[in-house]
């Protein structure tokens, strides 16, 4: 009889010790949980504070490749565009007193490949042939000249001479004619201020970008 009288009290000491650990355990999660909070919230920052370093990263990234893209137009091809073109204004303008069959030899230098190609070609053949026969019959101004001999110029040119364009001593000699224009330029202006009066401001800066090309192909 005292045996079953004392299992209930056993068994109600027992539920109650675990009642007693379980609520234990509760307030121990719940002392702990601001500092989870607080932890969670520094780790936030943190991770914050990484994708803002790494956006500065990535945009100095990005200036340096606008830069290069900047850069990159100033290629071999745009550069012969800019001389090619540079020479053509000077052989039709009349705001200088150069000699301008010196354009002749630079221009078949330093034309594209497109062009030379063009002009060796059946069309190019076609377009000398006609523009022989309209010399022959008719009247061409004097600024045409020069654009029909370096037409003819290229057409004729043995593959020795056409080799040195894209080599250093092709690259030499267009300097030496740059340079000798642009001496012949700015010495037969009188001045520097004259040089970009309005009636010569065109041939100096074709002047120049002949010359600031060549000196790009030399490097």
């Known amino acids: 009889m005292l045996s079953l009288s004392l299992s209930p009290a056993r068994t109600l000491a027992l539920s109650y010790r675990h009642e007693t650990a379980a609520l234990s355990h509760r307030t121990k999660l ?26 500065v990263v990535m945009a100095k990234k990005r200036r340096g490749l606008t830069a290069i893209c900047c850069a990159a137009p100033l290629t071999t091809r745009n550069l012969q565009w800019i001389s090619t073109i540079s020479s053509a204004v000077l052989m039709l303008t009349k705001g200088t007193a150069i ?21 060796k070609g059946e069309y190019g053949v076609w377009t000398a042939f006609l523009a022989l026969l309209v010399r022959l019959f ?12 370096a037409l003819l110029l290229v057409l004729v040119s043995p593959y020795q001479a056409m080799n040195l364009r894209g080599t250093q001593q092709g690259a030499i000699i267009s300097l030496l004619i740059a340079g000798y224009l642009a001496f012949q330029h700015f010495s037969r202006a009188g001045s ?23 000196c790009f192909f030399l490097i």
């Open 99 to 119: 000699q301008k069959s010196f354009l002749v030899p630079l221009f078949a230098l330093q034309a594209p490949a497109s062009i030379i190609s063009w002009i």
């Open 30 to 55: 719940l002392a702990d949980l601001p500092r989870n909070s607080s932890s969670l919230s520094f780790n936030t920052l943190r991770y914050s504070v990484d994708y803002k370093e790494t956006a």
């Open 192 to 214: 520097l201020q004259k040089a970009f009066d309005q009636g010569s401001v065109i041939a100096t800066l074709a002047i120049i970008c002949i010359t600031v090309v060549s």
């Open 138 to 149: 008719f009247f061409i101004p004097g600024e045409l000249e020069l654009p029909f001999i």
